[in-house]
């Protein structure tokens, strides 16, 4: 964790202290109500708007974090116990810009995939940003796409000419 200039480095400050703020509130909100923290979960002193890749097991549902964008280095974990559990719990946010999943079953992952309400979905990957592919959220998370050729369509117009000979 340092400056990103910096060689070797590969996690960066986030982007204000609000941003941070943020992210030291929404995981001390998740330890308050049964989280556990595995690593991370507490921000560096000094300089600068840092904060540790942090995993948090046993995160509640109540967990302010399931229900905010939290664009900050922190994975909630949580267990569940049947597909249609974990798609209700996952699409139990009004935002929706990414979601994750892994599993060693590709076919169930795919079938999950497409239960998710959210503009993309990482399958067995963390980086799901790619410029060949549109890059946008569903519900309070964007309307439209940028990128490719949905990103494209966002800067035309349509024009319909009906025409009788």
């Known amino acids: 964790m340092g400056n990103g200039l910096d060689e070797g480095v590969a996690l960066g400050p986030l982007v204000n202290q609000a941003g941070r703020d943020k992210v030291v509130s929404l995981v001390a909100d998740a330890v308050k109500k049964g989280a556990k923290v595995l ?24 967990a302010d974090m399931l229900k905010e964008e939290i664009f900050g280095p922190v994975a909630a974990i949580q267990t569940f116990k049947s597909e249609d559990e974990v798609i209700r719990r996952a699409n139990d946010t009004e935002y929706g810009l990414v979601a994750y999943l892994y599993t060693k079953d590709l076919t169930r992952g795919m ?55």
């Open 39 to 62: 690593t991370g979960g507490k921000a560096p002193e000094g300089p600068g708007f840092f904060y540790p890749a942090t995993v948090l097991t046993n995160v509640p549902d109540s």
């Open 111 to 165: 079938r999950v995939s497409e239960q998710l309400d959210f503009g993309m979905v990482g399958l067995n990957r963390g980086l799901v940003s790619d410029p060949a592919a549109p890059f946008g959220g569903m519900k309070q998370s964007g309307i439209g796409r940028e990128g490719a050729h949905e990103g494209m369509m966002e800067f035309l117009e349509t024009q319909y000419i009906s025409v009788s000979w």
